[in-house]
């Protein structure tokens, strides 16, 4: 979760920074900033995952890219790396594994049929692979301003509207999770009276 909020912060982060100087300052600020996110990954001594240190790799070849030559559009294709990584990622799993990405992450808490979450899974993929796409369009073909608003604002809101959009188709499971959660939650809690009555 704090990797989400991270995350966003540092997109804020860019677009503030560009707003107030030029795309240059923006770019050693995302540099700076998924440099420090694996610095203090590895401070907690925790693992760095491939796609940080892809992610890494990524900024640090097409960000210095764009500051060596001045030229940005290099840290605009950016996001287009990091979309398709994730999604390359994806495929990964199911193809090696058998295992469906999305079931890894919600499947603890919500129940659903194997081929649903092969459904939601591939989903994922394709949407990855068209707003990576995307982006190429919009870096190539649009002034600089009209990127960094679809870098900030619309693909990540393309993104929200596919996740609510899902939600809601599958809110039958969303809803039976969330039964069980409540369930569990009001059985600790009587059960804590009960204990304390014991002794």
Not at 65 to 91: C, E, H, Q
Not at 117 to 128: D, E
Not at 138 to 159: C, E, H, I, M
Not at 165 to 194: D, F
Request: hydrophobic fraction near 55%.
């Amino acid at each position: 979760m704090w990797r989400a909020a991270y995350n966003i912060a540092v997109v804020f982060a860019f677009f503030t920074v560009y707003k107030t100087t030029d795309i240059f300052a923006a770019t050693i600020v995302v540099m700076s900033a998924v440099g420090l996110e694996v610095a203090w990954t590895l401070a907690r001594r925790r693992r760095v995952d491939r796609l940080q240190w892809a992610g890494l790799g990524l900024v640090l070849l097409l960000g210095g890219s764009t500051l060596l030559f001045r030229n940005d559009i290099f840290i605009k294709l950016r996001p287009t790396g990091v979309y398709w990584l994730i999604a390359a990622a994806f495929m990964s799993l199911i193809a090696a594994c058998g295992r469906y990405p999305v079931q890894l992450i919600l499947g603890r808490w919500v129940h659903a049929p194997e081929h649903l979450w092969a459904r939601v899974s591939r989903t994922w993929i394709v949407a990855l692979f068209a707003i990576g796409s995307a982006n190429l369009a919009v870096a190539y073909s649009l002034p600089t301003d009209t990127w960094v608003n679809w870098r900030v604002f619309v693909a990540p809101g393309l993104l929200l509207v596919l996740a609510l959009g899902q939600c809601v188709r599958y809110r039958r499971y969303l809803s039976e999770a969330v039964a069980t959660h409540r369930a569990k939650a009001t059985g600790q809690s009587h059960e804590g009276p009960a204990m304390s009555d014991v002794h």
